[in-house]
């Protein structure tokens, strides 16, 4: 099917277009790479035609039936080249332009993308490029999309973590204040706060008949009983306001068009584990309104529902920040880098994984030691009560031990809190030196101090017997180390086209094990429900 003359002029716009923004973003980015300055009236012109044949083999690589001339190309760069910085340059290494082929790549990529949705048979003649090459990660997610769209979506959905983030902190101190218990039930679309003295009495009773008053705070008022019940009803009404700050902005973007296949996917996955939380801490709450054991117990919730709800929160968190970077960031910081770089990222990005994971497993043990209260004992360091190893440590046999003891789970948390410190500070010991992207250094260097930091803050929060303060401040710490490690791994991504595979694999069983996931709480809760009537 022939594209008609109209289309083929409309295509040629387009392309010039594209071209003007891969002069815009390659230009300055050329600059920037080279060493000699110069004035704006001394511009290579070696430099432009070189610029400009990269442009148009980028552009002609496209299946359209229009042509760029190179006059039209150099009027482009020289327009873009006339907006730039003041700071030029000439004599520039082929190397800086083939680093920036990238830009071009995902310029041209978001055009084609838009022409195969507005030019009648555009799309067969793209199809059998799109075969060749699979859109993945931040190029699926940006492509057909703007600039100023990719912008907002990014600063929406960081805005978006950062409320789970507090999420995340507003949860420890209602732990840490004791407060997780005082609200007896729970719904689905909100519980009304107490508004007069005959409420709050009824709110009070409900409370009495729990395990945790009984047993642990039987002496307390009606003005003690207050501020638990509003650290639990600020904590449950801020995760419910989430939900309207992400749909209803999801809602709007999605009117203008701002949001494409490849991202809906990921927002859709993003509000159903969003939905699910709220069950999960429900689920999480009903194992400490459950009578103890032994009458030697004190009521608390389950360290494995405790688990799997701050582990959900972290996942949460975790595909928000990595969607909002990919959408302010669809080129990565080793792909802008000099050649130079090139080597060191390649090393740092093979050590960077396995950081992630240390640090993630640490911080899934940390939830163990909140869950058994573990922190309120052994607060000496680096001992345990005067010995390496206490002797409660073999209290528990078998694998229930690992989680379920006190001893053993303090002492793992431990030794796995000093295993990521010497990890990461060994890492920035022998990647400091190297040729790395300045974004990759910049975040490795806050990566190794905000470790110091965080071991820092745990031994301090031990030895003072867990006060509220230091304890949700070594919760945000953890979260905030997860948060830059998974930032430089982003800063050292490779070229889209080396990991199609792969991604298309991640992308086939992420969705539905993560529905697999949500039917597996949603059908433990209602087991769990059953078993309680």
């Known amino acids: 099917m022939q594209i008609p003359a109209?289309?083929?002029?409309?295509?040629?716009?387009?392309?010039?277009?594209?071209?003007?923004?891969?002069?815009?973003?390659v230009l300055p980015h050329v600059l920037r790479q080279s060493k000699l300055s110069t004035s704006s009236s001394s511009f290579s012109g070696s430099t432009l035609n070189a610029a400009c044949k990269l442009a148009r083999r980028c552009c002609q690589a496209e299946p359209v039936l229009a042509k760029l001339d190179v006059q039209q190309l150099r009027r482009a760069a020289c327009s873009?080249?006339?907006?730039?910085?003041s700071s030029q340059g000439r004599g520039f290494a082929a190397q800086a332009f083939?680093?920036?082929?990238?830009?071009?790549?995902?310029?041209?990529?978001?055009?084609q993308s838009t022409l195969a949705a507005s030019i009648p048979g555009a799309a067969s003649k793209l199809a059998p490029q799109q075969h060749r090459h699979v859109l993945t990660g931040a190029a699926a997610q940006t492509?057909?999309?703007?600039?100023?769209?990719?912008?907002?979506?990014?600063?929406?959905?960081?805005?978006?973590?950062g409320w789970v983030f507090s999420m995340v902190v507003l949860g420890g101190m209602t732990r840490l204040?004791?407060?997780?218990?005082?609200?007896?039930?729970?719904?689905?679309?909100?519980?009304?706060?107490?508004?007069?003295?005959?409420?709050?009495?009824?709110?009070?009773?409900?409370y009495k008949q729990s395990p945790e008053y009984r047993k642990v705070n039987r002496r307390m008022s009606l003005e003690e009983f207050k501020f638990i019940y509003w650290m639990e009803y600020a904590h449950r009404m801020w995760g419910r306001a989430l939900g309207f700050v992400f749909a209803v902005p999801a809602v709007y973007f999605g009117l203008r068009g701002y949001i494409n296949l490849a991202l809906s996917k990921n927002l859709g996955l993003f509000f159903l584990m969003g939905g699910t939380q709220g069950l999960v801490g429900w689920w999480m709450v009903k194992s400490g309104l459950q009578e103890p054991k032994t009458e030697w117990d004190i009521p608390r919730v389950s360290p494995y529902r405790l688990a799997a709800h701050l582990t959900s929160a972290f996942a949460i968190y975790s595909g928000l920040l990595w969607t909002s970077l990919n959408m302010l960031y669809p080129v990565s910081s080793a792909a802008l880098a000099p050649a130079v770089a090139t080597a060191g990222a390649s090393a740092l990005r093979r050590v960077a994984h396995p950081l992630a994971a240390i640090i993630g497993i640490t911080a899934v043990s940390g939830v163990f030691v909140a869950g058994m209260d573990a922190g309120r004992a052994y607060n000496d360091f680096p001992y345990m009560a005067g010995q390496w190893i206490p002797d409660e440590y073999w209290a528990i046999t078998g694998w229930r031990g690992f989680f379920e003891n006190t001893a053993a789970v303090q002492l793992h948390h431990r030794v796995l809190a000093s295993t990521t410190l010497i990890s990461v500070l060994t890492t920035w010991a022998l990647f400091r030196g190297r040729p790395l992207p300045h974004a990759s250094r910049q975040i490795l260097h806050g990566l190794a101090a905000m470790t110091a930091v965080q071991v820092a803050l745990g031994i301090t929060t031990l030895m003072t017997h867990v006060p509220a303060s230091l304890g949700s401040a070594h919760q945000a710490g953890a979260l905030t180390l997860f948060s830059l490690v998974l930032a430089l791994i982003h800063s050292l991504r490779r070229d889209p086209s080396s990991v199609v595979r792969a991604q298309s694999v991640l992308r086939q069983y992420t969705l539905p094990l993560a529905t697999g996931g949500v039917l597996a709480v949603g059908a433990a809760v209602t087991l769990d429900r059953s078993q309680a009537v």
Do not use: Y
């Not at 083929?8 to 594209?18: D, E, Q, T, V």
């Not at 680093?99 to 990529?109: A, D, E, N, P, R």
């Not at 600039?147 to 979506?153: L, P, T």
């Not at 204040?177 to 009773?205: H, I």
């Open 80 to 85: 873009s080249h006339k907006q730039a910085q």
């Open 6 to 25: 109209c289309g083929s002029r409309l295509i040629s716009g387009h392309l010039l277009k594209a071209a003007e923004q891969f002069a815009g973003v």
């Open 177 to 206: 204040t004791r407060s997780g218990l005082s609200m007896t039930d729970w719904k689905f679309t909100g519980e009304a706060s107490p508004q007069s003295l005959a409420d709050w009495d009824a709110e009070f009773n409900k």
């Open 143 to 161: 492509a057909g999309l703007s600039d100023s769209a990719c912008k907002q979506i990014g600063f929406w959905l960081a805005g978006c973590s």
């Open 98 to 111: 083939s680093k920036s082929g990238l830009i071009s790549q995902h310029v041209v990529t978001r055009k």
